[in-house]
């Protein structure tokens, strides 16, 4: 069955430093990715969406990238700060579905 | 620009009532989304909405739930009658078109608790 995983475990790293958190799936060939932040007691928010075909996608401080053959993304939050702190949700969609499959999430603390 | 509104935020009730979770949609938004995120799960789809008509509800669990958008502005969700497992936080989403590279706005969810 198709499989979408994300770290339980919080991520704990120092302001300023570069946030990686990882996203791995079996039995499934997604045509999209995307990546939310949510707060606590908050919907998720939307933050980048990168295609089977893009290798990378940059938005600010915010890099994903996209690996089909290992069937991983990696998103890094470079010079990250307590502010970036939250649950971090990759969600996956096949080319002709409009609704993602969520992962559990990964919580990132960033400590001042 | 108002957000995705839900009410309420918070629903406690017992096993064997009914409960009715509401959404509003950011405004002009024709596309309208439920899911729902049980305790130590992912967010699961439920059913998608364009306008006032059901495009999709392969993820709605069973009959206890219904879904409406009558008039193709607000949404309302129904667990009737409710059971244990049900207890979760349910999101609406909006998009003002269809497709993955349109992004949906989440509302900040119900807490529903069923004793």
């Known amino acids: 069955s198709q499989k979408i995983e994300q770290n339980s475990e919080a991520l704990n790293i120092q302001e300023g430093k570069t946030a990686t958190l990882t996203c791995n799936y079996t039995?499934?060939?997604?045509?999209?990715l995307q990546w939310y932040r949510q707060d606590p007691g908050r919907g998720p928010v939307f933050l980048l969406l990168?295609?089977?075909?893009?290798k990378e996608k940059r938005k600010e401080r915010l890099k994903v990238t996209f690996d089909t053959t290992l069937k991983q993304s990696l998103f890094h939050i470079t010079a990250s700060q307590p502010a970036d702190s939250a649950t971090y949700l990759c969600?996956?969609?096949?080319?002709?579905?409009?609704?993602?499959?969520f992962g559990r999430g990964t919580s990132l603390i960033v400590h001042p | 620009e108002a957000g995705v509104t839900q009410f309420p935020s918070h629903s406690v009730i017992e096993k064997g009532q009914t409960v009715t979770l509401r959404c509003d949609p950011i405004?002009?938004?024709?596309?309208l989304y439920w899911y729902r995120r049980v305790m130590g799960k992912e967010i699961k789809f439920l059913l998608h909405?364009?306008?006032?008509?059901?495009?999709?509800e392969s993820g709605m669990p069973n009959n206890r739930f219904l879904a409406e958008r009558t008039g193709g502005t607000y949404s309302t969700l129904k667990v009737q009658p409710a059971e244990l497992e049900d207890s979760g936080v349910y999101f609406c989403?909006?998009?003002?078109?269809?497709?993955?590279?349109?992004?949906?706005?989440f509302g900040p969810g119900t807490r529903l608790t069923v004793l």
């Open positions: 989403a909006s998009s003002q078109d269809l497709g993955f590279d349109n992004e949906q706005f």
């Open positions: 039995n499934y060939s997604p045509a999209y």
């Open positions: 990168i295609r089977e075909n893009e």
């Open positions: 969600a996956l969609g096949s080319g002709g579905s409009y609704i993602p499959t």
């Open positions: 405004s002009g938004h024709d596309n």
């Open positions: 909405f364009v306008k006032e008509s059901k495009q999709d």
